[in-house]
């Protein structure tokens, strides 16, 4: 079981480098705050994205946030800053108890209601566990999410799924076709790249951060969804799965590189 949680537990974001120094001492700690006057604009490639649905085949309510586990290995891109393929290992979900926070990137020090990671490993590495060994090693895809009048579509299928996972650490099998292509936003040239690290422990600087620009969308019940996760166990006091996103980190003069900004 994890040792560390949120704002909601004592051992918050705020005490994660008691066990893992890097958060604290480490400079490319992720998330930041994207600041678009900032940004420094590069003629990336654009993104070569192939998702297969039928690889994800599992879901998991992990305490702290909800994952959806790939099993196969065609599923990943190719394209932006890397050389090399980009393998999808899960994919999960940060949100807010309330509309007005809850991702853990922010553009200009506003955050959006809930964001999505797709977490990748590089190919040049045999599997994730030796490619977190490099500041190579792995490539997220970060997708904003904002709470708008009307539902997406996209999210049917997957939340029906979330529904199955509502208390820690249990898990089910996928049910049903998921639209992963649906979860991006329609423009996927727009983006900012950046050196950083994974947001959870062990904060290991890792990381290739791709943030796209254009901000998604889902409804209020949708986002309700997520909220009606819990971070406990059945049996135990409930205690809501919100507020799941770690606070933005130090820049440590960083480049936040941009594509088609
Ligand atoms: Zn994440």
Redesign the pocket.
């Known amino acids: 079981m994890a040792h560390w949680g949120y704002a909601q537990t004592i051992l918050g974001p705020e005490k994660w480098y008691l066990d893992y120094l890097i958060g604290k001492e480490g400079k490319r700690q992720s998330p930041i705050d994207i600041k678009e006057r900032d940004l420094d604009p590069k003629n990336f490639p654009s993104l070569d994205m192939c998702y297969d649905p039928s690889e994800i085949t599992k879901v998991k309510n992990t305490g702290t946030?909800v994952k959806f586990f790939s099993t196969g290995t065609k599923s990943g891109f190719t394209g932006g800053p890397f050389q090399h393929r980009q393998r999808l290992v899960q994919f999960?979900f940060?949100w807010g108890a309330e509309n007005n926070r809850g991702s853990?990137h922010t553009i200009n020090g506003r955050p959006t209601s809930a964001?999505l990671?797709f977490?990748h490993y590089n190919d040049k590495y045999p599997d994730a566990t030796e490619a977190m060994k490099h500041p190579d090693g792995l490539s997220?895809l970060g997708v904003f999410i904002d709470v708008e009048d009307t539902c997406n579509p996209a999210y049917q299928v997957l939340l029906h799924n979330v529904r199955k996972v509502r208390y820690a650490h249990t898990e089910a099998h996928v049910e049903g076709c998921l639209d992963v292509d649906g979860l991006f936003p329609s423009d996927k040239g727009a983006f900012a790249h950046y050196h950083g690290s994974l947001?959870?422990p062990p904060l290991t600087e890792c990381v290739e951060w791709i943030n796209f620009r254009e901000i998604t969308g889902i409804s209020q019940e949708q986002m309700d969804t997520f909220r009606g996760l819990y971070s406990t166990e059945e049996g135990k006091p409930a205690v809501p799965l919100v507020d799941n996103f770690r606070p933005v980190q130090p820049i440590h003069g960083r480049t936040v590189y941009c594509r088609d900004c």
């Open positions: 946030s999960h940060h853990e964001e990671h977490v997220v947001t959870t």
